[in-house]
């Protein structure tokens, strides 16, 4: 099926693209035979090559000659290539040097009419093989052109490792069966952690590409620093639970984010959403030739296609180990793993799969473990997706989304998980056992109570959300702002800006003589913060604004009314209220400064000169939050710390009024 469909396109289409090499189909069929006739002698070929032509070229003869095709992950240890040679009887291998005998036998153990055989790492660290036949991945295949249609035949990017049935079968095979331009780029080139994936997509011109969730972060990232990516038209992601939240935000950035499912035993996808049939929060429909059953409350498929284990028998059905349903429109909702569910002290069940896909929609964090299985109630570790990340911030807005049992009530940050040092699977997954092994000791000992910082964050974590969901600030850190939408931010920035010296200056005042301790950190702000009102009519003349037009003009109501509010409680109610200001602007800084300023300059096209205020700012207030912490966990007096949070939650509310009350024409936006 696969051969017939690569004879019927265009044989001068190009099939096949690298830096510095192209086939076309015309000329993959004939590169195909000429590599099928080193393979009469091999019974089974080892794959061990980057993501390159000569890697599809030795698939794909090994799938037309009959051999056994045994692909190699990249991030296989020594170890586990060792025990997947000796498993399967690779008799030669497939390396960089060209094609070599290992000295081995081919297995007894392969079933007859196996084509491929897919070792996965899984959770255990000991690579299994998955016996799979051509009719199983063509299945997969031929299905998923045929959800997507002739419309989505362009470009297809590899991201992934080609040794991954994801990339090799959904990826490849569909778009080679399609007619697309396969897009080949060496894993090395992508940078590390995939730093580069932005650059490679864009210089691919892709139209299509497949990621699993963590590198969907990773390319939200860089959507907001290096701008869109308008070829794009299907983003396949897949691998672990993803959050809806991370799709609604992927695709406000312009990412056609699109969630599927997929198993080894199954070559690769379930099911999967596209467009025209697509249900956010869940992995789409069943692919055509997929039937599954729900027992109890467990996706089994029926008929899965591979021929059995290593060793094993071919299954009639295939309980797959995930918990979850299918609908009445037919989308697939997977919730967890069944052997990670944890049972809390209340009697809660609960997939940790689902606090962790809400927690990694914040972009403070990079990975999340949640525990507390027999606990009365859940904890994570966190991985912080950089040094100033606030994370304790990031826990709070993604509790305020969890019903009370599945909140995380502690967390604590430990060091990256990765394949080295046994955190993780090949393909990003967490090895849960390990990690909670690993750090065990940690884990028991005694956790600390929430200091009052913490209290206050979480406290106001749902105005912090509210904030963060007004229009302009959206579309202002995704650089979707008109210059008119930005000088108009500026001049409001500008009127609240001036009063900083005089509110702190009049909290120093108001101070009763018992709390004259906070003198000297009022005298280290006011050394900060002299002038920086003057920095943001530079940046309103860099922009191309007029400076004295913006310090002459009237504010709008909304920022006249956050300043009046708190002069009024610093002299009204209590003067150590105003920290919660403090707090507010300070947090608030940290989290979207410099990634604003990014996003705008890189939108309008303005030189740096014009945005020295948001990115100081954003410099200066990562470290005043940690002289902020340290001071305000001194606040010992319940009615001071009470004032503190009611300011916070009222300035976060009045703040995002001030962005609302900022002119922001779509139409302007559109043209600008």
């Known amino acids: 099926m696969l051969f017939s469909h690569i004879h019927t396109h265009t044989p001068s289409t190009v099939a096949l693209r690298c830096a510095k090499r192209e086939l076309t189909y015309g000329d993959l069929i004939d590169q195909i035979e000429d590599y099928s006739t080193q393979l009469s002698h091999v019974a089974v070929l080892g794959l061990a090559l980057d993501n390159t032509i000569d890697w599809l070229l030795w698939d794909l003869a090994a799938l037309k000659s009959g051999t056994v095709c045994v692909p190699i992950p990249p991030f296989f240890t020594p170890e586990q290539i060792s025990h997947t ?178 198993l080894s035993e199954c070559a690769s996808v379930v099911s999967m959403n596209f467009p025209g049939h697509d249900s956010i929060g869940t992995t789409g429909g069943l692919l055509p030739h997929v039937q599954a059953d729900i027992i109890d409350g467990e996706i089994v498929i029926r008929d899965p296609g591979f021929l059995g284990y290593l060793g094993e028998t071919a299954p009639q059905s295939h309980a797959t180990g995930d918990l979850g349903h299918i609908d009445e429109d037919g989308f697939v909702h997977v919730t967890g793993r069944r052997k990670n569910v944890l049972i809390t002290s209340m009697g809660r069940n609960i997939s940790p799969e689902w606090p962790e896909s809400v927690l990694l929609a914040q972009p403070a964090i990079y990975q999340a473990i949640v525990y507390g299985d027999g606990a009365p109630h859940l904890s994570a570790l966190i991985v912080p997706s950089g040094p100033h990340a606030d994370v304790t911030a990031s826990v709070a807005a993604a509790n305020t989304t969890l019903p009370d049992y599945a909140r995380i009530k502690h967390i604590r940050i430990v060091n990256p998980f990765t394949v080295a040092n046994g955190c993780l699977t090949g393909t990003g997954r967490p090895r849960r056992k390990n990690i909670l092994q690993h750090y065990a000791s940690f ?72 709390k004259r301790w906070l003198h000297k950190a009022i005298i280290e702000y006011l050394d900060e913060e002299e002038g920086h009102e003057e920095w943001i009519l530079n940046d309103i003349d860099a922009a191309g604004g007029d400076r004295n037009a913006a310090r002459k003009a009237t504010p709008n109501l ?62 200066l207030d990562i470290e005043h939050m940690k002289f902020f912490e340290k001071t305000v966990n001194q606040v010992t007096n319940p009615d001071d710390q009470a004032a503190i949070i009611e300011v916070a939650t009222n300035t976060f509310r009045l703040f995002a009024n001030l962005f609302r009350a900022i002119p922001h024409n779509q139409e302007v936006l559109d043209v600008a």
């Open 85 to 262: 040679i000796a498993q399967a009887g690779i008799t030669h291998m497939i390396s960089p040097a060209g094609l070599s005998a290992t000295g081995q036998s081919p297995s007894a153990a392969i079933p007859t009419g196996t084509a491929k055989i897919t070792f996965t790492s899984g959770t255990t660290g000991t690579p299994k093989g998955v016996c799979l036949p051509v009719s199983a991945m063509e299945n997969v295949a031929q299905s998923i052109q045929t959800m997507l249609g002739n419309d989505f035949v362009g470009t297809h990017a590899c991201v992934l490792p080609l040794a991954v049935l994801l990339e090799n079968v959904a990826g490849v095979y569909s778009g080679l069966m399609a007619g697309c331009t396969i897009v080949l780029t060496p894993l090395g080139d992508f940078g590390e952690n995939y730093s580069n994936l932005h650059h490679q997509l864009k210089k691919s011109a892709a139209t299509s590409a497949i990621l699993v969730p963590e590198l969907l972060r990773a390319l939200m990232f860089q959507v907001i620093k290096q701008g869109p990516l308008p070829s794009l038209e299907f983003l396949a992601v897949g691998g672990s639970r993803v959050d809806p939240q991370l799709v609604r935000k992927a695709r406000s950035l312009g990412l056609p984010v699109y969630e599927g499912y997929g």
């Open 558 to 619: 909304e920022t006249q009314v956050m300043v009046a509010y708190n002069y009024d409680y610093i002299t009204r109610k209590n003067p150590v209220g105003f920290l919660g200001m403090v707090f507010m602007l300070e947090s608030t800084s940290t989290q979207i400064a410099s990634m604003g300023a990014d996003a705008v300059m890189n939108g309008l096209d303005l030189p740096k000169s014009a945005f020295t205020y948001l990115f100081s700012h954003g410099a």
């Open 443 to 514: 884990l028991s000992a005694k956790e600390s109570p929430m200091n009052f910082y913490d209290h206050l964050v979480a406290q106001t974590a749902p105005a912090r959300a509210d904030l963060y969901r007004v229009p302009q600030l959206v579309d202002g850190l995704q650089g979707r702002i008109s210059r008119t939408t930005y000088i108009a931010y500026l001049t409001e920035a500008f009127h609240h800006v001036k009063h900083t010296v005089p509110f702190l200056m009049s909290m120093g005042s108001h101070l009763p003589d018992e």
